[in-house]
């Protein structure tokens, strides 16, 4: 997923202001498309390559590189209303300039009325001169929003994919900060450890520092490791993604209790204790890494929607490998761009030739990262007839061979690097870097 200003006019340029159907696809299928498949090729490389501390250090150094992540248990109690104000602005993101956006909302241009009233909906700017951090912890998976608005707004009137207020999801039991509310209370602008923006406030329980500070960095914690997990905390269910951390308790038993969110009539906190029942799909604690369990943490979305932003309950691009690598315990920044600044490794293509291109990318490791503009793949390593692959959350290709139509995808795949984007241009040649990680 890819968040800059000239992200809105990428997705104008490219065609969503038409919906064509799924002719054809790019998916590789059979037994390339396995995961059995690449774990046969990487029987060899099990290997746990970094030890919990090493992961800390490696992730301080993503963040540092990355610019888009925050450490909030370092942040202030105050920060001051003009600093409030200035976070609140930027996450509008493509929303920030004043003027009324040609988009729709959903099936009718967005009126200049509609327009005024959601951005004086965003309480800024801020005449106080020190603002109180809030302290809340999320309670189901919940939409982060560009806006303190529910209703999508879209480049198309036929489009129900791409909502352009849509800037991710977190899961519940996230500790988040809560700099702001809108002016009709029926938002939080809230920090997480990797974005900004709005969180219906009916998704929120608030609480004490003391108790946010167990959800945000618990001592003793499970790890979702299946791609998608319900889970109930007194008949209340709730969805998880891959990655979502859960504190818990271990008991003189020698079991474990997992600590869920819920909330009380007055919007506080209560944590509910539960049995943790651990398998495949449920970890105490990270999963080790290493190249393997990568690859075979990927193949747990094959097949999933793709979700922009989050929607659908599903993964676009760059949270389908940040959730892998959460699995682990490594912490990937939110937007491919972000993630590709972050890389603590990099490999530039730039100039060379489409095989010395190809030569690049067969001397990656299975795991690594290839980037180009908007777009993040895993590497999974050559096929038998040496076809390098990829897996990836694939929103739509064009294909300048056959028809220069666009073709939507949707979908968690398996593919190779010969697609093409709406200049005609193969994801070989467009790779602007490939990024690895120890």
Known sequence: ???????????????????PSAEASIAAEGAVASSSYWSLRQAHDDSVRLSPDAIQTLNRKIRERSGSMHD???????????????????????????DRPDVYAPDH???????????ANCHAPISEK??????????????????????????????????????TAVDPAQAVLVLRDSLDGNFQFVLTCDYAGWIDTSRLAFT??????????????????????NISANGCPAVYQMGAVIPCRDQP???????????????????YETPAVFDETLHHGYLPYSRQQTIHQAFRFLG????????DESVDCSSFVQNVY???????????????????????????TTEERYAMVRASEPGDLLFKPGHVMMYLGTDDGGIPRVIHAASSYFDYRIDRKKHYIRRVIVSDLTYQNGEGISSIDGLSCIGSLP
């Open 130 to 167: 020190d603002v109180t951090l809030r302290y809340a912890v999320t309670v189901k998976r919940s939409d982060i929003r560009l806006l303190p608005l529910a209703e999508g707004w879209y480049s198309s009137p036929n489009d129900i994919h791409y909502d352009l207020l849509q800037g």
């Open 72 to 98: 909030l248990s370092s942040f202030p109690e105050y920060l001051t209303g003009q600093e409030v104000s200035r976070r609140i602005y930027a996450a509008m993101q493509d929303f920030w300039p004043a």
């Open 326 to 352: 959460k699995s682990m315990g490594i912490f990937l920044p939110r937007d491919a761009d972000q993630q590709e600044r972050a890389m603590p490794v990099k490999h530039d293509p730039e100039g060379m």
């Open 253 to 271: 038993d020698g079991t474990a209790r997992l600590i869920l969110p819920l909330k009380d009539r007055d919007g506080r906190l209560i944590s």
């Open 109 to 119: 241009l967005l009126t200049q009325e509609a327009w005024e009233s959601v951005r």
């Open 304 to 311: 999933d929607v793709y979700g922009w932003g989050g929607q």
């Open 208 to 229: 004490d520092r003391a108790t946010w500070l167990n959800y945000l960095c618990p001592d003793d914690f499970a790890v979702v490791t299946d791609h998608k997990k």
């Open 1 to 19: 997923m890819f968040r800059q200003m000239a992200g809105m006019a990428m997705l104008l340029c490219l065609g969503f202001a038409t919906w």
